[in-house]
């Protein structure tokens, strides 16, 4: 019988190796994967290279672990938002390496590694210092960008609901990286609200099918950001 289903975050984490590329699924914080980012620290792996699209915000979910000394580097188009100061002081001080990447660069730089193709041209960045050290072809009358497709050892998403089988629904703007990060990654777990009974979700609103998903954690009522962070104001529910 599949059953995706782990009992605890604990058993989720298991087997994560230091030096990992990790793929963070969130955007602020609709979509953040907090419970998962923080049972990473403790499951202890280091070294880490960070996908995500922001860089952390106070010093919860992602800040956290950057705080905790765990991201030797962070792929990111978004690493300086209003409350990243974890982020922007250790990087200041060469604590954590950065790769700044586009957002719509980004997001097809995963979803290229989860469909296999190893890299593609894109007009976004040409003629700025992101362009650096890339190879430049012209198509048309634009100079286009090589970008080189991102793949993940392990995928950290969140999700609306899920059966035992690992297909994923998800809540609005908290889709946003999952069903990408899920598809580039060796392995994804995935924390959701719900988990509903196999053949209760209705096959039409599946985003990430079963065959990305190696397991699923039932989180029913995950921490806020914006608790911690009142400043945020309100947004998309995460």
Known sequence: MINKIARDVEEAMEG??????????GFGEAGNPTELVHALIDQGARDLVVVNNNAGNGEIGLARLIQAGRVRKLICSFPRSSHSHVFDDLYRVGGIELELVPQGTLAERIRAGGAGIPAFFTPTAAGTDLAA???????????????TAIQGDIALIKAEAADRWGNLIYRKAARNFGPVMASAAKKTIAQVRRIMPLGELDPETIVTPSIFIQNVVAIP????ERDSLPALGRGVAA
Do not use: C, Q, W, Y
């Open 16 to 25: 994560i190796a230091d030096g990992s590329t990790v793929l963070i699924g």
């Open 133 to 147: 050290g890339k190879e430049v072809r012209m198509f048309g009358e634009r100079e286009h960008v090589m970008e």
């Open 221 to 224: 009522n995950p921490v806020s």
